[in-house]
């Protein structure tokens, strides 16, 4: 059974830094690119960053370039991003997943939960 479990989320100022974590088990981590996602109310769910299975490649939203960066362990299975400068908009709620490195969300197959990111002004 393939779990995928994001942690790390919480509330901070504007201009404020947050360290995401996903974890995945039950599968060959190292096989698959993890992505990470976030949808705000009433919005759709938007790629943020993609990592390739050996960190070689990396895709980024025009949004956050810059100012997140995605990295992985594959020793740890883990999947971390940074988020630095962070602003309102970010604010929604983050989800890790594994599949192919791509923006797409039909691109992955196994998905988190989600951990909620909120940004006050």
């Known amino acids: 059974q393939v779990q995928v479990v994001e942690s790390g989320g919480g509330e901070v100022q504007a201009g404020g830094s947050l360290r995401l974590s996903c974890t995945a ?9 993890m992505g990470w996602f976030r949808q705000a109310p009433g919005k759709e769910r938007e790629f943020i960053a993609a990592i390739s299975r050996g960190s070689s490649s990396t895709l980024y939203a025009e949004s956050v370039k810059g100012r997140f960066t ?14 630095n400068s962070l602003k309102p908009e970010d604010t929604a709620v983050y989800y890790c997943a594994a599949g192919s490195i791509a923006t797409r969300t039909n691109a992955y197959d196994y998905w988190g939960q989600g951990t909620q990111v909120t940004v006050s002004s």
């Open 25 to 33: 088990s039950g599968l060959t981590f190292s096989r698959y690119a």
């Open 70 to 83: 995605i990295s992985r362990d594959n020793a740890k299975n883990m999947v971390y991003l940074q988020m």
